[in-house]
């Protein structure tokens, strides 16, 4: 029996539907695995199974669109204090080789979203030991992979910052994303200056246009 060709332009549609609603639940309802967005999306929509799934890279297309039409002042507030947040502790746990990484880096954090920080110590329990001789509580939550020694969560000012522990040797590993591209980590210097290129940017944006 033929089968019926599957209309390119029904496809694009929606896929493109599909990246729309699953950068509104990254955005909006606190969900900050694009993977589990994309099938909550699908779900959602009750499309047919042969439409597919978007790139991750267009959904955070759609993510970043979204917050800059319903969350503008409001996200580049958030990214600010995320990313003041993430240099406390950067600077706090300098001897573990901190980078930040994930959403907060990229600018795309959403409003329930989490500081993600990884860690290279020469032991995981160097990093326990030092938070309980700082007297900060902390609590374990699941590895995302099985190269992740441990993860610790700690919370200040109502922010919850994930410490992502990786043995010492693993900071010259090139990490990927589900969609295979580098998934970028930063030093504190790093984080500074664009706190500063958001300053600027922001600065000249209300200046009055002449």
Do not use: C, W
């Given at each position: 029996?033929?089968?019926?060709?599957?209309?390119a332009?029904?496809?694009?549609?929606?896929?493109?539907?599909?990246?729309?609603?699953?950068?509104?639940?990254?955005?909006?309802?606190?969900v900050?695995?694009?993977?589990?967005?994309?099938?909550?999306?699908?779900?959602?929509?009750?499309?047919?199974?042969w439409?597919?799934?978007?790139?991750?890279?267009?959904?955070?297309?759609?993510?970043?669109?979204?917050?800059?039409?319903?969350?503008?002042?409001?996200?580049?507030a958030?990214?600010?204090?995320?990313?003041?947040?993430?240099?406390?502790w950067?600077?706090?746990?300098?001897?573990?080789?901190?980078?930040?990484?994930?959403?907060?880096?990229?600018?795309?954090?959403?409003?329930?979203?989490m500081?993600?920080?990884?860690?290279?110590?020469?032991?995981?329990?160097d990093?326990?030991?030092?938070?309980?001789?700082?007297?900060?509580?902390?609590?374990?939550?699941?590895p995302?992979?099985?190269?992740?020694?441990?993860?610790?969560?700690?919370?200040?000012?109502?922010?919850?910052?994930?410490?992502?522990?990786?043995?010492?040797?693993?900071?010259?590993?090139?990490?990927?994303?589900?969609?295979?591209?580098?998934?970028?980590?930063?030093?504190?210097?790093?984080?500074?200056?664009?706190?500063?290129?958001?300053?600027?940017?922001?600065?000249?944006?209300?200046?009055?246009?002449?």
């Open positions: 029996m033929r089968q019926r060709r599957r209309p332009g029904m496809q694009n549609n929606g896929t493109a539907h599909i990246a729309a609603v699953a950068a509104r639940l990254m955005a909006e309802d606190g900050d695995d694009v993977e589990l967005a994309k099938r909550k999306a699908a779900h959602q929509l009750n499309l047919p199974e439409i597919g799934l978007p790139t991750s890279q267009a959904v955070y297309d759609a993510l970043r669109t979204h917050q800059a039409i319903f969350q503008d002042s409001e996200q580049r958030r990214i600010h204090i995320l990313r003041t947040e993430a240099l406390y950067m600077a706090l746990l300098s001897d573990f080789h901190p980078y930040l990484t994930g959403s907060v880096l990229d600018g795309t954090a959403g409003r329930y979203s500081i993600d920080i990884l860690l290279y110590p020469d032991s995981d329990k990093v326990e030991i030092f938070l309980l001789n700082q007297n900060i509580p902390y609590a374990f939550a699941r995302r992979n099985e190269r992740t020694s441990a993860v610790l969560q700690v919370e200040r000012h109502d922010l919850t910052t994930n410490l992502v522990i990786y043995p010492a040797h693993d900071e010259r590993v090139v990490f990927r994303k589900h969609d295979g591209s580098v998934r970028e980590r930063a030093r504190a210097e790093v984080v500074r200056d664009r706190l500063k290129i958001d300053a600027i940017l922001q600065s000249d944006a209300n200046l009055p246009v002449k």
